[in-house]
């Protein structure tokens, strides 16, 4: 079993639509989540940073992380064609970042 | 603060030959990374620096693979003797040690192709 699990997709939604997103991970330990987007031959580029559980908004993006049901989300509101991209859940211990573990990705396509 | 700057963004090259990447990561960042995509997968973590101690090595960084940091700013991963299996995307990340964790700031990577 991996240590996060991400369903790949591919995710397809109309444009306007509410996109979620998910990871869940074994390891209890961790205590870092984060959210990256990566575009096609593009590096990961950060989009939410959280600590422990609880919610995170920013703009059309919230982040949800609930360490009881080891469980993580991205929500997109408003989704544009321009958010077409893979997303990767990410998380790591709290002694150093070298311990950020990552999901396969799900790739979203939001059509106009 | 110009991100993570990757050379060369495309490499070919045939079996058996050595390749070598260099990463220079942002400037006030002491922390060093270097991971592997392969496609449909995330990344996996190789190996890290603090400024230019090496203090953590994946076990999928072969002895074939080395990583240096020599004065605790830009890097270089040298692959020798390179195989089919070595195609992938290699990334670097760059984040700043503030007492605690920090997120991974990525380059946009190398994409090593072994014919």
């Known amino acids: 079993q991996k240590e996060v699990e991400q369903d790949p997709g591919p995710l397809s939604v109309p444009e306007g639509a509410i996109v979620s997103l998910n990871c869940t991970y074994s390891?209890?330990?961790?205590?870092?989540f984060m959210w990256y987007r990566q575009y096609s031959r593009k590096g990961p580029e950060l989009l939410m940073y959280?600590?422990?559980?609880g919610n995170k908004e920013d703009g059309r993006f919230t982040a949800q992380v609930d360490k009881s049901s080891k469980y993580i989300s991205l929500f997109i509101r408003d989704s544009q064609p321009s958010d077409s991209a893979t997303y990767l859940c990410?998380?790591?211990?709290?002694?150093?970042?070298?311990?950020?573990?990552f999901g396969a990705g799900t790739r979203l396509f939001v059509k106009a | 603060d110009t991100g993570v700057s990757q050379n060369p963004r495309h490499k070919i090259t045939k079996r058996g030959q050595n390749v070598t990447f260099r990463c220079d990561p942002i400037s006030e960042h002491n922390r060093l990374y270097w991971y592997r995509q392969t496609l449909g997968q995330g990344p996996e973590f190789l190996t890290y620096?603090?400024?230019?101690?090496?203090?953590?090595k994946s076990r999928l960084l072969s002895d074939r693979f080395s990583a240096e940091r020599p004065k605790g700013s830009f890097s270089t991963l040298e692959i020798q003797r390179t195989e089919q299996g070595d195609s992938a995307m290699y990334l670097c990340?760059?984040?700043?040690?503030?007492?605690?964790?920090?997120?991974?700031?990525f380059g946009n990577g190398t994409r090593l192709t072994v014919t």
């Open positions: 620096f603090q400024n230019e101690a090496q203090l953590e």
């Open positions: 990340a760059s984040s700043l040690d503030q007492g605690g964790n920090s997120p991974l700031h």
């Open positions: 959280t600590y422990s559980s």
């Open positions: 990410a998380m790591s211990l709290n002694t150093g970042g070298f311990k950020t573990i």
């Open positions: 390891n209890s330990a961790f205590q870092y």
